[in-house]
Every structure is written in C-alpha cells, then in structure tokens.
C-alpha cells in the first residue's frame, strides 16, 4: 500500500541515530562471501586472507553539529577527527592503517586555515604510525564539513565484536569517564561570556586536563598492547564515543544479555567531579551519558581476572548478567536503577 496524506509524517528524532541506521539498513542483505561483518559494530570487518582480516571505519563531523570553531582550534579538530576513527579500529582489537579525509569547506576559510586542519591530520597520522591515501575535496555553502575513513588489520581469531559478551563476564573501562563532557560545558560557558562581553578573558585555569580530554583525545592503542600483553582477549568490546550507558546498550543488545554495574567503581577524575559538581550535574551522570571520552569498555572472562586486577589503566564496574535482569546501575547507597541510554544523539536537539 503506497503512503498517503493521511498517514502521519515520522520524525528522525523519534527513532535516534541508532534507531535510523537500523531501520535504512534491516533490508540489506550481504551478499560478498568477504564481508564478515557488515553494518552493527565499530568497524566492518572483510576478509583480507586466510589469517587476516580488513577493519573499516568512516566518520562524518559537521560544523555546527559535532564542533564549533569558536572555540575548537582547526589543528586539534584535524587530530581528534581522525582519533575518533582509530578509536574504532581499536575497538575491535586491531591496528590502524590507513586514513582517507574528504573535506568541504566554505570561501570564508582561507588556505592557512586549511593548512592548520591537515597539520593536526599529519601530526596524529606520525603519532599512530598511519598512512594518509586519499580523499576528496568540495565546496560547502556554509561551514565546515569533515570525514575520515580509516581502515585496518588484524588477525581472524583476534577480532573482537559487540556480540561476544558471556553472563558473569567481567566489564572493564579504560581511563576516566566524563571528562570530555565537563571540558565541555566549560568551552561552552567562555563561549557565552565572550558572545557577552567581548573584552572578558576565558576563566580556563587549572583545567587543562578537561579541555584536552574534549579538544584533543586520544585512541587507546596502549590498552591493546597491555591486552596482548597480558594474554587476554575480550569477549566483547567497543569505544565509548556516545556515553558509557548507550554503549553498554549496545553490548548488551548485540550479545543478548544484561549488565550490573556499581556507580562507586565509575573512575572519574577528581577534577571532573569538582567542576562537574560547579555546573550542579551529578558527576555520575557525566560519566554516564557524557560521551566523547573515547576509552574502551570491554569485557573478560572471569579466568582472566588474575592477569589484570592490578593493572591502573583500567577499572572493573560491573558484569554481565542474563537478558531478563536487564541493565541495571547500582548506586553508592545500594539503590537500583535502570540504566537508560541518553548519551549524544545527532538527531535530536542535545
């Protein structure tokens, strides 16, 4: 039956961003004998060779959207965008590459501006040890438009997916949570001091911390050295772009299962609860749903516990439960909540 007047029109935001991938793709069906794992993790996987495997990766950042040039530095947007794509191929245990970036750009940027961009592209290439190959360029009516493509390798038996995830199955997260969310709100704040009084100087002492975490992050390469290292290979895992509570939705999803885990375990930086405390939001909450800390979260069997209970990268919080328990966050005063997914949503007004 084709769509008529009557019919009501759907908004994007009532499904999310996670809700339309799913519904523009539940009809495509994979039909190379190559493609291992199409759409639904961090990386597609594609078969390079009997032992080896290709990760491929793409992200679209837009002026405007994903970043404001006010106070975002075209040479630590050119770094973060393409730390946001190895994040990803990390997050499924391999090793980047290669990058791509496309560009469309505005005539009220100049080519020093342009320049700036690619010297952050460049510095984090020499830093990962990743090739730039390719891209394309285009003009833009307004703004700035910006995506990178990034592939990598790892071996068959060694990648890790969303899916793999057992009950009593440890959860993990690297580094500190919230952070990004909180350099954040103080980027934002100057930015409203400065819109009103021009000659007012950004109040940005002692936060350095902060504001790197939100204007320039950086992949975990070293957590999977310290994995292969100890000899562990996760159950499952994935980057924590959108918020720590949105991508244990996504583990538990994909590998039909629930979660338990403890807000006094959350590790989140002193720093980040005392300003987060300032901006009066629950420091739980800004580890929660903060998103853009780009650590990894990612879960072990609980034989491998010995091998890295004392290692400080990382922090257990948790773990995996059956499907019927649901996910479930318990407080400091032993209270049970539920935990909902209300990380960033590029479909909705954030």
């Known amino acids: ?78 770094y973060k965008a393409v730390m946001v794509n190895l994040s990803d191929i990390y997050a499924m245990n391999g090793t980047p590459r290669q990058i791509t970036v496309s560009i469309a750009i505005s005539n009220r940027f100049s080519l020093e501006a342009v320049e700036e961009l690619y010297a952050g592209i460049r510095l984090a290439c020499s830093r990962y040890g990743v090739d730039l190959v390719g891209g394309d360029t285009s003009s833009s009516h307004a703004g700035l438009y910006l995506s990178v493509t990034a592939t990598g390798t790892a071996l068959k038996e060694e990648v890790v997916y969303r899916h793999g995830a057992q009950e009593n199955d440890l959860i993990f997260v690297s580094g500190d949570l919230g952070s990004a969310y ?31 975490r939100q204007l320039k992050p950086e992949a975990r390469r070293d957590i999977i050295e310290l ?16 918020g720590l509570a949105s ?40 580890a929660m749903n903060g998103g853009e800390d780009y650590e990894l979260l990612f879960t072990i069997s609980q034989k491998d516990y010995d091998k890295i209970k004392e290692r400080l990268e990382v922090t257990p919080i948790g773990h995996i439960t059956d499907a019927a328990s649901g996910l479930q966050l318990i407080s400091k005063k032993g209270v049970v909540y539920p935990i909902q997914a209300q990380g960033w949503n590029h479909l909705k007004n954030n």
């Open 247 to 286: 991508e244990l939705h996504h583990i538990c999803k994909q590998s039909n299962k629930g979660c338990t885990i403890y807000e006094d375990k959350l590790p989140i930086d002193p720093l980040t609860f005392e300003h987060a405390v300032a901006f009066s939001i629950d420091p739980t909450t800004a």
């Open 1 to 78: 039956m084709s769509k008529t007047e009557d019919q009501p029109r759907k908004e994007l935001q009532e499904l999310g961003e996670f809700g339309l991938i799913d519904h523009l793709t539940r009809n495509f069906k994979t039909v190379q004998h190559s493609t291992l794992k199409g759409v639904g993790d961090d990386a597609a996987v594609i078969t390079a060779s009997e032992e080896e495997v290709l990760l491929l990766t793409t992200d679209l950042l837009i002026e405007g959207i994903h970043f404001d040039l006010m106070y975002v530095p075209l040479r630590h947007l050119g």
């Open 227 to 242: 994995l292969k290292e100890l000899n562990i290979t996760p159950t499952s895992m994935i980057d924590i772009s959108d």
């Open 182 to 212: 909180v350099g954040l709100l103080l980027l934002e704040r100057e930015k409203k001091v400065f819109e009103a009084n021009p000659d007012m100087q950004p109040d940005f002492e002692n936060v350095d911390y902060l504001l790197e």
